[in-house]
């Protein structure tokens, strides 16, 4: 793969891991004095692009000491065992409830099979490496780590997964994201600005969580937001302000889809329809077709998860 990286200031590099297609996913260098730390990594194909940075940056990867995923989704977790043995320093930083998955990560590796066929994992994720518990730092909220005196709080951010961790970063008053803060595409952006998507992935979707999450990250009054799909973006109250908005209109389009066998579908209709109007509020001129483009594959599993928490609360009662 090769090396496409953003350096936003602060000692703080997006690369691109070309997951599906450029500026869809990324993970984060940061690097602080004479170490680093990587938060999110894409899948294994990454590797040989972080590796060629850490070298442009003058760095060995005996320095890089932590490696933090945000979560357990192969997009942003997939390459951290493969890190994990190229980097020999570094330990990885997760939330309990997600950390066997990475120290096992046979559990994922058959689910994913199991929806995409064993060719299409192979080639879109590459291996699985185990990561050894013994290098492993579990992170309950509010776990403190120190890169060279620059202080990253870990925060339990409940919402999109129940083991997601957000990343604050005093020094940039950064935000790292992952899922939490929702996706922005830049082919999305207009004079108006980010265009923002929630991100309602199976299984965990909690909307009265999320909303309780949106609230507590504004309240740190970040200046950017670094997230995974993609990049930076500003002015994070006002993006908070969206995403609020589109938790409440997923809940909604969810519970007024039909019950039955088509309700998965008739929620991804609903989707489709909902984020063409706002894009054509948001001043975008991509056609039907680029819009599939972009946000497709997005639409369908948002859908399959509004499904998945449809069927839980129906449980529930």
Known sequence: MKLSYQDLGHGIFCIDTFYYRPNLDGCYLIRESDEAALIDTG??????????LLALQGLQPEQVKYII????????????????????????VIHPLGAQHMIHPEKIIAGTIAVYGEAVFE?????????????????????????????????????????HLCVWDEQSR????????????????TDQGPFMFLPSTPIDFDPEAWHETLDRLTRLNPEQLYL????????????????????????????????????????????????????????????????????????????QGLEVWLKRQEKQR
Not at 131 to 159: M, N, Q, Y
Not at 174 to 189: A, C, H, K, Q, V
Not at 262 to 283: N, P, V
Request: charged content about 25%; hydrophobic content about 35%.
């Open 228 to 303: 995974t799909h993609f990049c930076r973006v500003d002015q994070p109250a006002l993006r908070a302000q969206t995403l609020h908005e589109e938790i409440d209109a997923y809940a909604a389009i969810a519970k007024g889809a039909p019950q039955g066998e088509q309700r998965e579908l008739e929620i991804k209709q609903g989707l489709d329809r909902y984020y063409r109007a706002q894009l054509k509020a948001h001043g975008s001129t991509l056609s039907d077709q680029e819009i599939d483009e972009v946000l497709g594959m997005d639409i369908a599993l948002c859908a």
């Open 69 to 92: 995923p945000t979560h357990v989704h192969l997009d942003h977790a997939g390459g951290t065992g493969q890190l994990m043995a190229a980097l020999p320093n570094a330990q990885m």
């Open 174 to 189: 950064g935000l790292f994201t992952g899922d939490t803060f929702g996706i922005s595409y830049r082919e999305l952006d």
């Open 43 to 52: 899948t294994s194909h990454v590797v040989p692009a972080v590796m060629e």
């Open 123 to 163: 080639e879109r994720y590459g291996s699985i490496v185990p990561v050894p518990e013994a290098r492993t730092i579990e992170a309950e909220d509010g776990f403190e780590l120190s890169l060279s005196g620059r202080k990253l709080t870990c925060l339990h951010t409940l919402g999109h997964a129940r083991h």
